[in-house]
T-cell receptor, first 113, second 111 residues
Framework: DGGITQSPKYLFRKEGQNVTLSCEQNLNHDAMYWYRQDPGQGLRLIYYSQIVNDFQKGDIAEGYSVSREKKESFPLTVTSAQKNPTAFYLC????????????FGSGTRLTVV | LAKTTQPISMDSYEGQEVNITCSHNNIATNDYITWYQQFPSQGPRFIIQGYKTKVTNEVASLFIPADRKSSTLSLPRVSLSDTAVYYCLVAVTGGGNKLTFGTGTQLKVEL
């Protein structure tokens, strides 16, 4: 079945560490996105990519980095510069020719310990 | 950017019809309106999408007036399992494919 796979489901990070969240899709979608969600809050856009080897900052990009070396993959690195990284992270993809419908992954919950 | 405004929360009872309205006053000509449902600790799930007038699928209806400055998601005969957060999303065309979610509406369904 086609879909988006995020891993790991739960991730613990020590203060000062960088961690990378994986996002892989087999939907052949062009665009991919990373969102952050805090408890009781909506989704905030971190980064997005419309094509391979290109990506743009979203509304809250500081302290995060991404790469898009392959169409299927869009990993997110949470760096030590991100002061409040504890959150639920969601990856999504979209076929830009189909009316802007997202497909979301199941999310990664990151906790700083 | 086409900013959306929704009620923060709504309460209902099983078997009732629920209507959630989203305002998007500066929607662009080519923008679509899409609604998503999110359960705790899960990714949002597509419910329905429309451009104008009325769209219906097996789970919901979407009503869009002629001026397209608002839209209403209608959930017929809700059940406890419809308790979730519902997001209205309006596509941003001028900024490429950067899509911004609103705050969502927390729907609580009780017996």
């Amino acid at each position: 079945d086609g879909g988006i796979t995020q891993s790991p489901k739960y991730l613990f990070r020590k203060e000062g560490q960088n961690v990378t969240l994986s996002c892989e899709q087999n939907l052949n979608h062009d665009a991919m996105y990373w969102y952050r969600q805090d408890p009781g809050q909506g989704l905030r856009l971190i980064y997005y990519s419309q094509i391979v080897n290109d990506f743009q900052k979203g509304d809250i990009a500081e302290g995060y980095s991404v790469s898009r070396e392959k169409k299927e993959s869009f990993p997110l690195t949470v760096t030590s510069a991100q002061k409040n990284p504890t959150a639920f992270y969601l990856c999504a993809s979209m076929n830009t020719g189909s009316g802007y419908g997202y497909t979301f992954g199941s999310g990664t919950r990151l906790t700083v310990v | 950017l086409a900013k959306t405004t929704q009620p923060i929360s709504m309460d209902s009872y099983e078997g009732q019809e629920v209507n959630i309205t989203c305002s998007h006053n500066n929607i662009a000509t080519n923008d679509y309106i899409t609604w998503y449902q999110q359960f705790p600790s899960q990714g949002p799930r597509f419910i329905i999408q429309g451009y104008k007038t009325k769209v219906t699928n097996e789970v919901a209806s979407l009503f869009i007036p002629a001026d397209r400055k608002s839209s209403t998601l209608s959930l017929p005969r809700v059940s406890l399992s419809d308790t979730a957060v519902y997001y209205c999303l309006v596509a941003v065309t001028g900024g490429g494919n950067k899509l911004t979610f609103g705050t969502g509406t927390q729907l609580k369904v009780e017996l």
